[in-house]
Protein backbone atom coordinates (compact mmCIF):
# COMPACT_ATOMS: atom_id res chain seq x y z
CA UNK A 1 0.00 0.00 0.00
CA UNK A 2 1.37 3.72 -1.22
CA UNK A 3 2.00 5.98 1.81
CA UNK A 4 0.64 9.42 1.91
CA UNK A 5 3.20 11.65 2.17
CA UNK A 6 3.33 15.16 3.70
CA UNK A 7 6.15 17.81 3.92
CA UNK A 8 6.68 20.87 6.15
CA UNK A 9 8.62 23.41 4.21
CA UNK A 10 9.48 27.04 4.32
CA UNK A 11 7.17 29.67 2.73
CA UNK A 12 7.83 32.81 2.60
CA UNK A 13 8.40 34.22 6.33
CA UNK A 14 6.42 31.05 7.52
CA UNK A 15 6.06 27.81 6.75
CA UNK A 16 3.53 25.05 5.31
CA UNK A 17 2.28 21.56 4.49
CA UNK A 18 2.01 20.03 1.50
CA UNK A 19 0.94 16.94 0.34
CA UNK A 20 1.97 16.03 -3.39
CA UNK A 21 0.96 19.82 -5.03
CA UNK A 22 -1.81 20.12 -2.59
CA UNK A 23 -0.93 22.68 0.55
CA UNK A 24 -2.65 21.26 3.64
CA UNK A 25 -2.14 24.65 5.59
CA UNK A 26 0.21 27.88 6.33
CA UNK A 27 1.42 28.76 9.60
CA UNK A 28 3.58 31.27 11.43
CA UNK A 29 5.94 29.06 12.59
CA UNK A 30 7.41 25.99 12.17
CA UNK A 31 6.59 24.23 14.93
CA UNK A 32 2.79 25.02 14.48
CA UNK A 33 3.49 23.76 10.75
CA UNK A 34 4.72 20.22 12.17
CA UNK A 35 1.85 19.27 14.63
CA UNK A 36 -0.44 20.30 11.81
CA UNK A 37 1.97 18.04 9.57
CA UNK A 38 1.96 14.97 12.12
CA UNK A 39 -2.10 15.04 12.67
CA UNK A 40 -2.98 15.17 9.06
CA UNK A 41 -0.24 12.35 8.32
CA UNK A 42 -1.73 9.94 11.50
CA UNK A 43 -5.49 10.56 10.41
CA UNK A 44 -4.44 9.28 6.73
CA UNK A 45 -2.07 6.36 7.49
CA UNK A 46 0.08 5.06 6.88
CA UNK A 47 1.81 8.25 5.90
CA UNK A 48 5.07 9.91 6.02
CA UNK A 49 5.75 13.20 7.42
CA UNK A 50 8.87 15.03 5.85
CA UNK A 51 10.41 18.09 7.65
CA UNK A 52 12.61 20.40 5.75
CA UNK A 53 14.95 22.93 7.07
CA UNK A 54 15.06 26.58 6.17
CA UNK A 55 16.87 25.76 2.99
CA UNK A 56 14.57 22.92 2.12
CA UNK A 57 16.94 20.06 3.19
CA UNK A 58 15.21 17.22 4.80
CA UNK A 59 15.71 17.83 8.57
CA UNK A 60 13.95 14.30 9.74
CA UNK A 61 10.99 11.87 8.50
CA UNK A 62 8.47 10.31 10.57
CA UNK A 63 6.56 7.38 9.51
CA UNK A 64 3.07 6.39 10.41
CA UNK A 65 2.27 2.40 10.81
CA UNK A 66 4.13 0.31 8.04
CA UNK A 67 7.47 1.45 7.47
CA UNK A 68 9.20 -0.37 4.93
CA UNK A 69 12.72 -0.21 6.44
CA UNK A 70 14.39 -2.58 6.27
CA UNK A 71 13.38 -3.33 2.61
CA UNK A 72 12.03 -7.11 1.87
CA UNK A 73 14.34 -8.93 -0.07
Known sequence: MKRNQYHVVPNGG???VEQGSQVVGTFDTKQLA????RRAAHGN???QLVVHTSDGKIET???YQNDPYPPAG
Open 14 to 16: GWK
Open 34 to 37: VDAG
Open 45 to 47: EPS
Open 61 to 63: EYT
